[in-house]
């Protein structure tokens, strides 16, 4: 049973504060700087042992027509009509403004129920404009200080009735028997064994303005995400829940990387940091750069950075319905990545139109393929055996007394991304050049392309070799 809460208020008056206490964490950016969040930001809440879904939402704006304003205002609408309870925040500190009031007109008109929320309350400060927001005919307001985590266990009791009215919260008393027969043990075992893996961690990351939110919508199909023609919509790193052909996937909309040195505005500052955030968690980053400007200098950093991560990476060319000479964008982009980021050779680059839908399966083919090629592990036979013809064709360099290095033994540490170690008999002498030449060796022979592949070098003897 899913029970859905809404937040939503004039700007600045502690919404995404509210979200990041009730989700534990703090994963919404915060700033004195009114309009910060602009996208729907969901997240699994816990309020008193409660657990529900959490929406933040972008101030209530009252615009209209085609402005940025009226597209967050679209998208909080949205959040209302499909929320189970919606919290009306107020700041308690600065009174109830007008805004405020046309806003609680407005919300009386809608179907879903609302919890007026009297926020930053801590003090004596708040206590006029609390008194003042009973005239707002909402009810009773709650109370509290999201900041500094107080009167949570009165919103608690504020929206435990719809909670129960959803079907969220049911007497454990009469549900759970005091001793299970060995027979439902063994059944809710089997339930646990079955459960759906883990979603998938994808993230769209890229430049500003290339398409990354227009992407998500159209994987997700609906507008989820807020797009249009202004550079820097998105600032938050935006997680939403959705699966592709039965698998599970975290989809992460992220704000746009532009370099350090042209960023002035705080809040970019802030978008960046949980930008780069979301790239480390992630699982496979799809990079999507513009047909026109493929694989510039900015490109190339985040690629590089991702690469750097361990991070699987796919690549994504938006528009490529509006590009004249396709053969010739290709080869320039394969061109740069031969020279420019051959770390990560064999990367997978996917032709797309965001917009109009083109690629998109193909699109998430490549993502898939990544990812498993990502989580791979290689036997250490084969490895070995691997290894061993390797050498016999292609010995390591000699050293200055004419002695060779001698490799003993190989075998995988870790998959996401493929690791691997090799035992030696003067590891620190062992040339970059020959590990660069393992590697690409291990792509070729065992399928690995398009992944970071890690090689450390190792002293010693075999460890596994059975002792005399």
């Known amino acids: 049973m899913t029970f859905t809460v809404a937040i939503v208020g004039r700007p600045n008056v502690g919404k995404s504060?509210?979200?990041?206490?009730?989700?534990?964490?703090?994963?919404?950016?915060?700033?004195?700087?009114?309009?910060?969040?602009r996208d729907r930001r969901e997240g699994d809440a816990t309020l008193l042992g409660m657990e529900f879904r959490v929406i933040d939402t972008a101030g209530f704006e009252d615009a209209t027509g085609h402005s940025i304003e009226a597209r967050m205002r679209k998208q909080t609408d949205m959040a209302v009509e499909e929320a189970d309870v919606c919290l009306l925040l107020i700041d308690a500190r600065a009174g109830v403004t007008p805004l405020d009031r046309h806003f609680a007109d407005l919300l009386r008109k809608v179907k879903t129920p609302v919890i007026l929320v009297a926020n930053k309350c801590e003090g004596k400060a708040g206590e006029p404009g609390y008194y003042e927001s009973f005239g707002l005919g909402l009810g009773d307001p709650v109370p509290l200080s999201a900041e500094h985590a107080e009167g949570m266990s009165?919103?608690?009791?504020?929206?435990?009735?719809?909670?129960?009215?959803?079907?969220?919260?049911?007497?454990?008393?009469?549900?759970?028997?005091?001793?299970?027969?060995e027979e439902i043990v063994e059944i809710e075992a089997e339930e646990e064994d079955s459960r759906p893996t883990r979603p998938l961690q994808l993230v769209i990351a890229g430049r500003p303005n290339v398409g990354k939110s227009t992407l998500v919508n159209r994987l997700l199909g609906e507008d989820r995400m807020l797009t249009g023609p202004e550079a820097g919509l998105t600032r938050d790193a935006i997680s939403t829940e959705w699966e592709h052909r039965g698998r599970r996937i975290r989809l992460v909309d992220t704000a746009g990387l532009r370099k350090r040195a042209n960023i002035?505005?705080?809040?970019?500052?802030?978008?960046?940091?949980?930008?780069?955030?979301?790239?480390?968690?992630?699982?496979?980053?799809?990079?999507?750069?513009?047909?026109?400007?493929?694989?510039d200098k900015q490109d190339l950093t985040i690629a590089r950075m991702v690469v750097e991560e361990g991070r699987a990476l796919v690549i994504a060319i938006n528009k490529w319905d509006t590009v004249v000479k396709p053969e010739e964008a290709l080869k320039r982009l394969q061109d740069r990545l031969a020279t420019s980021l051959a770390q990560a050779r064999g990367l997978p680059t996917i032709t797309i139109s965001a917009l109009a839908g083109q690629g998109i399966d193909r699109l998430m083919d490549g993502v898939l393929d990544a990812h498993k090629v990502w989580n791979r592990r290689i036997p250490t036979s084969?490895?070995?055996?691997?290894?061993?013809?390797?050498?016999?064709?292609?010995?390591?360099?000699?050293?200055?007394?004419?002695?060779?290095?001698?490799?003993?033994?190989?075998?995988?540490?870790?998959?996401?991304?493929?690791?691997?170690?090799?035992?030696a008999s003067k590891p620190d002498e062992l040339p970059e050049a020959y590990s660069r030449y393992l590697i690409n060796g291990l792509r070729e022979a065992f399928g690995l392309p398009g992944v970071p592949v890690r090689l450390f070098v190792r002293g010693g003897k075999n460890p596994y070799a059975e002792k005399k």
């Open 17 to 37: 504060t509210l979200f990041n206490r009730l989700v534990g964490r703090r994963v919404a950016i915060v700033h004195d700087m009114p309009g910060v969040t």
């Open 154 to 181: 009165d919103l608690f009791f504020a929206i435990q009735p719809y909670a129960e009215k959803a079907g969220l919260l049911q007497d454990q008393d009469e549900e759970e028997e005091p001793f299970p027969d």
């Open 264 to 295: 002035a505005d705080p809040v970019e500052k802030l978008s960046v940091t949980n930008t780069l955030e979301a790239i480390r968690l992630a699982e496979v980053v799809v990079l999507v750069m513009e047909c026109d400007a493929i694989l």
């Open 382 to 423: 084969k490895l070995n055996q691997w290894l061993e013809d390797v050498i016999a064709h292609h010995p390591p360099p000699a050293l200055h007394g004419g002695q060779r290095i001698k490799i003993r033994y190989m075998t995988q540490a870790k998959s996401r991304p493929p690791t691997f170690i090799i035992f």
